[in-house]
């Protein structure tokens, strides 16, 4: 780990104008490249106390061993030039977009004599001209299929377009309409090169004019009767608008647009861009990055701006481009996009209408890019395995925690506090051993009393399982008011977002002996979300229960500092340790589970209806007594005699419901307010079973 110090330039010695730099390690390798307005304020910023500075900035500045710099005129040629570097050098330390698929392109290679339409992938010829991207390549081939019918264009190979001259007979699709055949010269190379510019003015969004051009040579068939003509333009005009409708119209104003979009998290982004070319969405592309320097959504903007648009000219950059954030500043930005494209380019984040629409769309898209490349990162075994090894080493562990529960709290300011615990074995999560927990011992917000008390309580649970089994014979302590963890504190989930299983009983799932199972496995690690105060509560909770095989530890959102139990400074992790990632998704996965928990409370909550409050009474029973009476109001009225005339309900519940009932003050009456009558609560008994009450 170098020193800064030892390679920071002398006062005087960086200039005060815009340029690009260059910090590179011991080996003299480029690590970091950068630009600025005034170098010798960024540069100076590099060179300051190491724990004022983000921890991947700290991470570079230590790895570096020197930084060069190079003056330009304007912002605009740093912008280029730093582009350029950060292509030819690849730092390790710069965002580097990379893309999450191949996406296939329609091109047309105007650079041949017989310009061909075909399916592309990987990097873009100089010559050629570029539809799509796709998503799929059938996509591009059913277009293509349609397009041909008008646009007769030579599709084949060069190997086929070569044998074919040679033998003075087209193949297959000049036989049947679908190529003008130039390879036996029924089109010259001028007529040919015509239609593939047809071709590509219509893929481009110029379509209304030709459109009508062919209705208006349709109609002069019809009158001069050229049936078979007219039929001909009128299929041609068929498959012209079956090919338009494959892409949806988006914006009615037939703009052309980039709309790009951004997902993060701590550690990963995900961007994704829809290309809309007259209205239309033409195309649609995404990438994925390490986020490997501190760098905020504009930031990230900037630099999808800079792929996207580094190696592109004339009207593949489009007039508008709409983005999340605007980079600071964005002059710079902004004329550069118009320097490649040949006139103004507007850079702006869209505020109302259907843009907005839109980009909340590309904005969806992104976010589910980025999953989906989480979820592919953690199915592979091999990476588990290592991230599961680098936890163990970087918390002294002994083995690698083969099962790892997560606890987080959730609460809407101060009420409805909740918590949760997810568990993830050979990290993969293990949705059927999620549990979630009611606050009990307190009212309000303590987030660290919280936390102290869930664990608590499931450790305890955990040592009555063993005690029962056999393998623990002391005695286990138990507390008042705690026996309560079936319910809503232990029932198991079946369901993505944490919905109820079914009916467990008070004891929960069991074996074949009859005995509990719901808190029988302990974990090789604990982790908490939250940092230093959380882990001492979890710490102090394990240590009164006398559990001293668990390890603990917590994990910060902010930094992602993974913080011990009795130590001053966390442990960090690698920025591109697999460890870090796997216990970043178990938190985000417990905070998930908890605020699903908590959401589903405060509703229920909010559409309460009197038999909610019943004890024992379950959705079933409920529906049987309101079908039964028809209303709540009648039901409140019945004798504990007629309650058990319900089938299923015997007379202990009967009693139950009955006194509950009683208890409960009634609803204020319904109102029709055309005609002031008080309406009779016949209907009443839907919106109780709704769990809501009457308008």
């Known amino acids: 780990m170098a020193d800064p110090s030892s390679y920071r330039p002398k006062p005087g010695q960086i200039p005060d104008s815009p340029g690009v730099y260059k910090f590179r390690d011991e080996h003299r390798r480029v690590i970091y490249v950068g630009k600025a307005k005034s170098l010798r304020q960024r540069l100076s910023s590099y060179f300051q106390d190491l724990a004022n500075l983000h921890p991947r900035t700290r991470t570079m500045v230590t790895t570096a061993a020197a930084v060069e710099w190079t003056v330009v005129s304007t912002e605009v040629e740093a912008l280029q030039l730093e582009y350029s570097w950060i292509k030819e050098f690849d730092p390790r330390f710069n965002v580097k977009y990379r893309d999450d698929k191949s996406y296939p392109s329609l091109a047309v290679t105007l650079n041949e004599e017989f310009p061909r339409v075909q399916v592309m992938r990987g990097a873009k010829k100089k010559g050629v001209r570029y539809f799509g991207p796709y998503a799929h390549a059938w996509a591009i081939r059913e277009t293509v299929d349609l397009m041909l019918r008008v646009f007769p264009v030579r599709t084949c190979s060069a190997g086929v377009f070569k044998r074919s001259a040679q033998i003075g007979r087209p193949c297959l699709l000049g036989y049947i309409g679908k190529c003008s055949a130039p390879c036996v010269g029924r089109v010259t190379a001028e007529e040919h090169r015509e239609l593939a510019e047809e071709f590509c003015d219509f893929m481009a969004g110029r379509t209304g004019a030709y459109l009508r051009r062919l209705e208006q040579r349709m109609h002069e068939a019809a009158e001069e009767m050229e049936y078979e003509k007219a039929a001909r333009l009128r299929d041609d005009i068929g498959a012209l608008k079956r090919a338009m409708e494959k892409n949806a119209v988006v914006l009615a104003d037939a703009t052309d647009a980039d709309l790009i979009a951004v997902a993060e998290d701590e550690l990963e982004a995900a961007v994704q861009i829809f290309h809309v070319r007259g209205g239309r969405v033409r195309g649609q592309r995404g990438w994925v990055t390490d986020k490997v320097e501190a760098v905020d959504t504009a930031g990230l903007v900037e630099h999808a701006l800079q792929q996207l648009y580094g190696e592109e000219r004339g009207d593949a950059v489009p007039k508008e481009v709409l983005v999340p954030a605007v980079p600071e500043p964005a002059e710079p930005v902004t004329q550069w996009l118009a320097e490649r494209r040949g006139s103004r380019v507007d850079l702006r984040i869209p505020q109302r209408g259907d843009k907005k629409d839109l980009m909340e769309t590309v904005q969806r898209n992104a976010q589910q890019a980025l999953a989906l490349h989480k979820t592919k990162r953690a199915s592979d075994l091999t990476t588990r395995s290592r991230a599961l090894e680098e936890i163990a080493e970087a918390l002294g562990l002994d083995s690698a925690p083969l099962r790892v529960e997560c606890f987080d709290i959730s609460h809407l300011q101060g009420d409805d506090v909740v918590a949760s615990m997810v568990v993830f074995e050979d990290g993969l999560p293990r949705k059927s051993e999620y549990r979630r927990f009611q606050i009990k011992s307190f009212a309000g917000q303590d987030d660290v009393r919280s936390m102290h008390e869930v664990v608590s309580r499931r450790f305890r649970r955990y040592l009555q399982e063993k005690q029962k089994t056999g393998e623990w014979q002391e005695e286990a302590t138990e507390t ?60 102090r909770a394990l240590d009164e229960l006398g559990v001293d095989d668990v390890a603990v530890c917590g994990l910060a959102k902010r930094l992602e500092e993974v913080w011990l139990p009795d130590e001053e400074d966390p442990v960090v992790l690698p920025r591109s340790s697999e460890g870090l990632y796997l216990l970043q998704r178990v938190r985000d996965e417990a905070h998930r589970f908890a605020i699903t928990y908590q959401r589903s409370k405060r509703a229920k909550s909010l559409k309460a209806g009197p038999l909610d409050t019943v004890p024992g009474l379950g959705d079933s029973r409920k529906q049987a007594l309101l079908k039964h009476f028809g209303s709540v109001k009648r039901l409140r009225a019945a004798t504990v005699e007629q309650i058990c005339e319900v089938p299923g309900v015997g007379r202990k519940t009967a009693e139950t419901v009955a006194a509950a009932l009683a208890g409960a003050a009634p609803a204020a009456p319904a109102v029709n307010t055309a005609t002031g009558e008080i309406i009779e609560d016949e209907a009443a008994g839907a919106a109780s079973s709704n769990g809501g009450t009457r308008p």
């Open 480 to 539: 008042p008011g705690d026996t309560g963890d079936t319910g809503d504190t232990g029932q198991p989930l079946d369901g993505p977002e944490g919905t109820d299983g079914p009916d467990q009983g008070p004891s929960g799932p069991i074996d074949e002996e009859g005995r509990p199972k719901r808190f029988a496995y302990p974990p090789q690690l604990v982790v908490v979300d939250g940092g230093k105060p959380q882990v001492a509560a979890a710490k």
